[in-house]
């Protein structure tokens, strides 16, 4: 791996991080967002009725988009860790590489060859442990969009409940707005953190 | 490389690297070197450590590098901690107990690290056993010096330092000439004229035949007392 991927790895494993506290700010929002529709609803009564069962349905998929980056989280700074560890060894071998070299002639330039192994397969054991745990990350941010996909459908049926809510349509409407663009942001951002892994992915 | 002392154990003092980037600073390293132990004294920075391990190899095999010491925390006294720490995981630190969580960003995972507390100790190395002095403020906060009483060597850290160009002999050869060389490194870098004064009392009750800094040229017979009475006589601390 050459200095310039190094680095790539580094920039991507942290701004997964970055973009994981957005998502996490987000899925808050939808949270308080459902908590201030499920209001409404209650001071609308019979004319939001069917609006109801649709906060506390939001509210269970911001809780799980919750719950589902928190889990994530810990896999990123895994990953960053495994990146640093990676990096340690990679350079530890490389050093040793020149060693190797330099000790030519010496007259215990044999006694380099255990610990050179040694390092060598710790190197490569760091870059398969790596490699898995990407995949482990990509396959978890795969599930965070399910409950973001879903929370845009639970808005466009909320902007249909909403049309029926009378003098509470534009509060309920306006919930359903902020729980589209929230979903949205979710997806982007998740889908971003998916790209920027995918490219680490690739490195050899 | 170059053998400052060969009794029942041997020292040996690497520098003057020719391979050396010129950005760098160049620094001494020093090896004691038993009968099946190995002490490297301020085994370099991170550039350093393929060249350090390579001259090593002439004298020791990997398995018998079994102890480093760290004067200090300086980049270019220990940042190759993490290699070392790939390269010897038996192997032992010896460093101050204030440092150790400051040292350890450099990677000690295997390396054991045995702290020095600030009144010093000992390193025991079977056919001798070393003295750690205390040097602190000499320039680091906590900071160490290394006295063999048999082979009568202080290696002194930053102390009796000298910025010089590459292919600078291995001993002082004129002090009057040298003064200059060390003048303004000992005047900017040492904080404290208390603690210098301190540190020179100390060093006065032992008995020095050479004094080997970490940087430039090393002392030794009457330059080590010149090199006590010019650094009493010096201001130090001059930057505030």
């Known amino acids: 791996m050459n200095v310039d991927q190094t680095k790539s790895q580094f920039v991507a494993v942290a701004s997964i991080a970055a973009e994981l506290s957005a998502v996490m700010d987000v899925a808050k929002e939808i949270s308080l967002a459902a908590a201030n529709a499920k209001a409404i609803a209650f001071r609308a009564g019979e004319k939001a009725k069917g609006f109801q069962p649709i906060t506390d349905f939001i509210n269970e998929l911001a809780k799980e988009t919750i719950d589902l980056v928190e889990t994530i989280n810990e896999h990123a700074l895994s990953l960053y860790q495994l990146t640093v560890d990676e990096h340690r060894m990679t350079e530890a071998y490389k050093r040793f590489e020149e060693v190797s070299v330099l000790a030519v002639g010496s007259a215990y330039e044999d006694s380099l060859q255990a610990p050179m192994a040694n390092s060598h397969q710790k190197m490569l054991e760091c870059k398969r442990d790596f490699k898995l745990n990407v995949t482990l990350l990509l396959d978890q941010l795969a599930e965070v969009m399910h409950p973001a996909r879903a929370a845009r459908v639970i808005a466009a049926n909320s902007r249909i409940e909403a049309s029926q809510a009378g003098e509470y349509l534009q509060s309920l409407q306006a919930v359903a707005e902020s729980v589209d663009n929230a979903a949205q942001v979710i997806h982007d951002n998740v889908q971003r953190c998916r790209s920027a892994l995918s490219i680490v992915d690739l490195i050899e | ?240």
């Open chain 2, 1 to 240: 490389m170059t053998s400052i002392y060969d009794g029942p154990y041997q020292w040996i003092m690497f520098g003057r690297d020719e391979n050396k980037p010129e950005n760098i600073i160049d620094t001494n390293q020093y090896m004691v070197r038993t009968s099946n132990r190995c002490l490297l004294i301020d085994p370099g920075g991170v550039e350093l450590f393929a060249p350090m391990l390579a001259a090593a190899l002439h004298y020791a095999p990997v398995e018998q590098i079994t102890d480093l010491f760290a004067s200090h925390q300086d980049p270019d006294i220990i940042s190759s901690l993490g290699l070392w720490d790939q390269a010897l995981p038996d192997a032992k630190l010896h460093a101050s107990a204030l440092w150790e969580g400051f040292l350890r960003h450099f990677g000690c995972e295997t390396i054991e690290y045995v702290p020095i507390s600030d009144n010093g100790g000992t390193i025991n190395l079977g056919e001798v056993e070393l003295q750690v002095i205390p040097a602190h403020y000499m320039h680091s906060s906590a900071n160490f010096n290394i006295y063999d009483p048999q082979a009568k060597i202080l290696m002194s850290g930053d102390i009796g330092a000298a910025l010089e160009p590459a292919g600078t002999p291995m001993f002082v050869d004129n002090f009057d000439i040298h003064v200059e060389n060390m003048r303004f490194f000992h005047q900017r870098w040492m904080p404290s004229n208390q603690a210098k004064r301190v540190w020179i009392d100390r060093v006065r009750e032992l008995d020095v035949d050479i004094l080997a800094p970490q940087h430039g040229r090393m002392f030794k017979g009457d330059d080590v007392k010149r090199f006590l009475d010019w650094f009493e006589a010096l201001q130090v601390g001059i930057a505030v």
